[in-house]
T-cell receptor
C-alpha cells in the first residue's frame, strides 16, 4: 500500500526555525512535493524534490533522502503568515504517476 | 495569466440530488485533477484527466464521475448525494503529469449536503 506520514500539528515561535518531517512508503517514487495551505484557501506549490539533497528557496528549504523514504521542509525566520498547513505529496511511479498526499501538518506560529 | 477557476464557489444541495462542478485550468495546462478535502482527511484523490482521457482514478464510488473537454475544461458530477459528500472539492491543473510539473489549485467549491 501507499502511506505518507506527517505530524498532525506543530507549534513554533516567530523568528525561529522549524522542520516539518514527511516519511513515505510507496511502490515506486517519482518526486516529492510540498504545498502550503492557509485556512480556507487552496494549496500553493512550495517545492519539488526528485534527487537526494537539499533544495533552497529563500526562507524555505526542502530535503529528500530516497533511500530512507524521508523528506523535510525547513522554514527559517518564521513569520506569523507562515501559520498554515503544510502538505507533503509523493508521485508514485507504479500507479501511473498518481500523487499520494499526506494528511498535512498544521503549523501554529506564536509571537 | 488567469489562474484555475472553479465554479460555483459554494453550493448547498439536498440528499439524493446530483451536482456538477466546473473547473477551467490555466491556459495551456492539459492535466486536470480533482480532489475532495474534509477536515482531518487531507486531500483525497478523485481522478485525473489529460487530453480528455482519464489517466487515474481514486477509490471513490461510481457516483463520482468526471470528464474533460477539448479545451481542457473539466467537470465532475456527483449523483445521489449523501451527507458525507459535504466537503471542499478542489481542482488542480498542470502542464503534464510527469516530472516536476507542479499543480496549481483553484479556490475550490464548498459543497454542503443537507
Amino acid at each position: 500500500g501507499q502511506n505518507i506520514d506527517q505530524p498532525t500539528e506543530m507549534t513554533a515561535t516567530e523568528g525561529a526555525i522549524v522542520q516539518i518531517n514527511c516519511t513515505y512508503q510507496t511502490s515506486g517514487f517519482n518526486g516529492l512535493f510540498w504545498y502550503q495551505q492557509h485556512a480556507g484557501e487552496a494549496p500553493t506549490f512550495l517545492s519539488y524534490n526528485v534527487l537526494d539533497g537539499l533544495e533552497e528557496k529563500g526562507r524555505f528549504s526542502s530535503f529528500l533522502s530516497r533511500s530512507k523514504g524521508y523528506s523535510y521542509l525547513l522554514l527559517k525566520e518564521l513569520q506569523m503568515k507562515d501559520s498554515a498547513s503544510y502538505l507533503c505529496a509523493v508521485r508514485v511511479l507504479d500507479s501511473n504517476y498518481q500523487l499520494i498526499w499526506g494528511a498535512g501538518t498544521k503549523l501554529i506560529i506564536k509571537p | 495569466k488567469a489562474g484555475v477557476t472553479q465554479t460555483p464557489r459554494y453550493l448547498i444541495k439536498t440528499r439524493g440530488q446530483q451536482v456538477t462542478l466546473s473547473c477551467s485550468p490555466i491556459s495551456g495546462h492539459r492535466s486536470v485533477s480533482w480532489y475532495q478535502q474534509t477536515p482531518g482527511q487531507g486531500l483525497q484523490f478523485l481522478f485525473e484527466y489529460f487530453s480528455e482521457t482519464q489517466r487515474n482514478k481514486g477509490n471513490f464510488p461510481g457516483r463520482f464521475s468526471g470528464r474533460q473537454f477539448s479545451n481542457s475544461r473539466s467537470e465532475m458530477n456527483v449523483s445521489t448525494l449523501e451527507l458525507g459528500d459535504s466537503a471542499l472539492y478542489l481542482c488542480a491543473s498542470s502542464l503534464g503529469w510527469d516530472r516536476g510539473y507542479g499543480y496549481t489549485f483553484g479556490s475550490g467549491t464548498r459543497l454542503t449536503v443537507v
